[in-house]
């Protein structure tokens, strides 16, 4: 039991979804043809532009080429322009009426009473159709004239649908319509075609919906032909609470309709309403419109007003559905408002923190720079405290081993009375060369430590005012008042006392020298910025 419960879901489970996609199929063809309607159209004018060619061409007194060729292009407005249509009947009867051929004026008469039926003009048709003599008419254009004036009353009766007035009509069309079927042969196309809408107007629609299934199942039918069939079969099945159906059968109605160019159509308007029923109200509006442009193109009145009763339904239902659209948006809208505000908030907030961070990382990087040169000042400090306390113990060590030598050579002297000699030991005593001596020893250490100090000098001034030392000289006077200021010695008093000069002295070379620096303003900062180690 549960397995055949089982395979029995599986197979309407299938069906849906075999539906569903059909109709999505369907569908899609539907707007794919739509998508090439100016095609059909343009394939449509053409042959009409071909046909109204020819007949500019013909002799005018050739009545008989002339009837054909209005019937030819009267065939191809019937169901495409109603104004002219209606011309080339005329003028076909008018050429009938020359040949003074009664069944070919009675066949045109006919087709005048088809296309002012078309048009919405029933008491024209009626009067028209009326003024014929059927009994005069061989029996092919008995049956046409039957069926046109069996549809008339069909469609009178459509128009006033819901008065006493629909039941006359439809039973006045019954009659003239069961005399066009006993003018055809059993089984034949023609008489399914008219024994379809005998049954369509009858009382069992199953028995109708069967009929037109069968005229298209076993006839080879033309695509205006076709579109009449599907029409009418999506009808009954509206009628028949078939509604999936329904839309199946308009949507082919339509498209052939489309392909056809027919404009004088209810396919396309039907189907509008059976989606706007289906909830989907934006296609079912897109659709109501395009059945209305093809209405007033063909110029059919009583299409429009069909249409007329439907399309202020679509159009206020599509309206309310744009109104709660416009509500929701104005929802989003406040909603998205609010985020924007809160995302500028955010944004400033942030922005404020990214600026404090800023401004943090830059007094981080300013700090960090500044622990970079001083821990380059202390390992530079350190440096030349390592190699002048060097140079501090080595001076003295040689002084006091001097000291310690002249002290011998003089106690030596004096022991032994040698006055004179000792007189002369300290005149020979040369205090000079051992301040060039001191000097040379400072300008080997400095230079050690500060290896480009002569170069870097001599970088902040012109070329003509750069310093060119002599022969082996290291550093010369300049060069020493500026060294000892490198290393920190900037007290004038002591500068001079260490090279044997003045204050005066020693003041008149800073000017001389900054006077014709390039850095003038700014060149004791510059002398202190000249690398040690490098």
């Not at 830059?362 to 960090?368: K, R």
């Not at 030349?384 to 106690?411: C, P």
Request: overall charge positive; charged content about 25%; aromatic content about 14%.
């Amino acid at each position: 039991m549960n397995r055949h419960l089982i395979i029995l879901v599986f197979i309407l489970h299938s069906l849906v979804s075999y539906s569903i996609s059909s109709k999505d199929s369907l569908l899609n063809e539907l707007e794919r043809t739509l998508n090439n309607k100016d095609q059909y159209f343009m394939q449509k004018t053409n042959r009409i532009k071909n046909l109204t060619n020819q007949y500019y061409r013909i002799n005018k007194s050739d009545y008989v080429q002339q009837y054909n060729l209005c019937l030819k292009l009267f065939n191809e407005y019937e169901s495409f322009t109603y104004d002219s249509a209606y011309n080339y009947i005329v003028k076909a009867r008018f050429a009938a009426s020359r040949m003074k051929d009664g069944t070919k004026i009675g066949f045109a008469m006919i087709k005048t009473g088809f296309v002012l039926l078309s048009s919405g003009l029933f008491k024209e048709s009626l009067d028209t159709l009326n003024s014929i003599h059927p009994e005069n008419l061989p029996d092919s254009v008995k049956f046409e004239y039957f069926s046109v004036i069996a549809r008339t009353y069909y469609d009178l009766a459509d128009y006033v649908s819901g008065s006493g007035f629909a039941l006359i009509y439809n039973k006045t069309g019954n009659q003239f319509l069961n005399k066009a079927i006993n003018l055809t042969y059993p089984n034949s196309k023609a008489y399914w075609s008219c024994m379809s809408l005998r049954k369509m107007k009858g009382t069992n629609n199953q028995e109708a919906k069967e009929a037109f299934e069968y005229w298209i199942t076993n006839f080879n039918l033309s695509e205006h032909e076709f579109a009449i069939a599907a029409s009418s079969l999506g009808y009954l099945c509206t009628l028949l609470n078939q509604n999936d159906q329904a839309i199946d059968w308009l949507i082919k109605a339509s498209i052939a309709d489309i392909k056809s160019s027919t404009k004088e159509t209810v396919a396309l308007r039907n189907l509008s309403d059976l989606i706007f029923k289906k909830g989907d109200t934006k296609t079912a509006y897109r659709y109501i419109k395009l059945a209305l442009d093809d209405a007033t193109f063909y110029n059919a009145r009583h299409r429009k007003i069909e249409i007329a009763k439907i399309l202020p339904i679509i159009e206020g239902e599509k309206l309310n559905t744009v109104e709660k659209q416009k509500s929701i948006l104005e929802v989003y809208a406040f909603l998205i408002t609010i985020l924007i505000i809160l995302v500028l908030i955010f944004a400033f907030v942030i922005f404020k923190q990214l600026r404090k961070l800023k401004q943090a990382k830059s007094i981080i990087q300013e700090i960090n720079l500044n622990l970079m040169g001083t821990n380059y000042k202390l390992i530079e400090a350190n440096k030349i405290k390592e190699e002048y306390i060097g140079y501090f113990f080595n001076i003295n060590s040689e002084f006091i081993e001097k000291m310690a030598a002249f002290q011998k050579t003089v106690h030596r002297k004096i022991v032994a009375r040698q006055y004179e000699d000792l007189s002369n030991l300290i005149k020979s005593s040369n205090l000079k060369d051992e301040r060039e001596n001191l000097f040379l020893n400072f300008d080997k250490i400095f230079l050690k430590i500060f290896p480009n100090y002569v170069n870097d000098f001599n970088a902040l001034f012109k070329e003509e005012d750069r310093i060119l030392l002599k022969g082996e000289k290291l550093l010369n006077s300049d060069l020493r008042i500026y060294a000892l200021m490198r290393l920190g010695i900037k007290d004038n008093e002591k500068i001079a006392k260490f090279l044997d000069f003045s204050v005066t002295t020693i003041y008149t070379y800073k000017t001389k020298i900054k006077s014709k620096s390039i850095f003038r303003e700014q060149f004791d900062e510059k002398i202190m910025e000249i690398k040690a180690f490098q």
